[in-house]
């Protein structure tokens, strides 16, 4: 049975935060059965006056039309940001507007950032305000939780990797698998147990005591039901306070990416196994 237990008790240093965080909107947005992305009525109007503005001298501007495929990130959250505006831009596209400060201290156009895990393209950014704007495709949009977005939710970020950086996670593309829903969160010590329940195409390829990214955070799984399809990681105190994860309540969804390794070999077994049917 999912704990109602306050973070501020598991981690007394979570009260200290200096971050306002808003409760995220659970409102369900489902992709319609001709492949295409059901949008809020009243979003396009509304929302596309906030991106409709005259340009600052200090925002830049760059048109970017295909996403960068190769990035990698580790997994290890730089910070919490906050979404302040997302809807269609001017151009009739779909943006998604963040609020971060570490992620902007060296941001180039066309850089990537993920998200949520998902890897974003960089088409604006505006220093003095600390705030950057994000294209979306509508694959994106079908395949991951950013639609469920809306101005006040936060977000883990984090910036792809150099060549110098430091490997704490594990390889992650920022290229998400599809979606999981948290099924109970259980306090033990200052400990938190998260189960997820996801799809049996997921499932298969995580292992207990192997590496999952869930909302970008790279994590190791405890232990897999295959019965309930679900998985089950712990995270401790400082997780919950660098992570968007312990906020989420029962019945939200995140965003998945398993270990790129286990798709490797399924897809190099399959190779030989047609081979080997071919030769016979």
């Known amino acids: 049975m999912a704990s109602t237990t306050s973070l501020s008790i598991l981690c007394p240093k979570f009260s200290q935060q200096k971050l306002t965080f808003c409760t995220l909107n659970n409102n369900n947005h489902h992709p319609s059965n001709n492949g295409h992305i059901n949008f809020n009525p009243n979003l396009k109007t509304s929302v596309s006056k906030q991106f409709i503005t005259s340009p600052k001298p200090q925002l830049l501007k ?3 039309i295909k996403n960068q495929i190769n990035s990698m990130f580790t997994g ?3 910070e919490i940001g906050q979404v302040k505006e997302m809807g269609y831009g001017e151009d009739g596209g779909f943006h ?4 971060g400060k570490i992620v902007l201290q060296d941001v180039n156009l066309g850089d990537s950032i993920a998200v949520n895990g998902t890897c974003l393209t960089v088409t604006e950014f505006d220093t003095k305000a600390s ?14 939780t950013l639609l469920k977005l809306e101005p006040g ?3 883990n970020l984090e910036r792809a990797l150099q060549p110098t950086t430091r490997m704490g996670g594990h390889f992650v593309q920022g290229h998400v698998d599809g979606i999981g829903e948290i099924v109970s969160l259980i306090p033990e010590g200052d400990s938190l147990w998260v189960k997820i329940k996801t799809s049996p195409e997921i499932l298969k390829y995580i292992v207990p005591k192997g590496f999952i990214a869930i909302d970008g955070t790279s994590l190791t799984v405890v232990e897999v039901f295959d019965e309930e399809v679900c998985f089950n990681i712990m995270l401790v105190c400082y997780t919950q306070q660098n992570v968007v994860i312990p906020l989420k309540k029962v019945g939200q969804k995140v965003n998945l990416e398993v270990d790129i390794l286990g798709k490797y070999v399924e897809r190099l077994l399959n190779c ?3 081979d080997s049917t071919k030769l016979s």
């Open 131 to 144: 705030e950057f704007t994000l294209g979306l495709a509508p694959e994106t949009l079908r395949k991951t």
């Open 62 to 64: 760059y048109k970017y």
């Open 272 to 274: 030989g196994l047609q």
């Open 153 to 155: 939710s936060i977000v």
């Open 76 to 78: 290890i959250v730089e």
């Open 96 to 99: 998604l507007k963040v609020k």
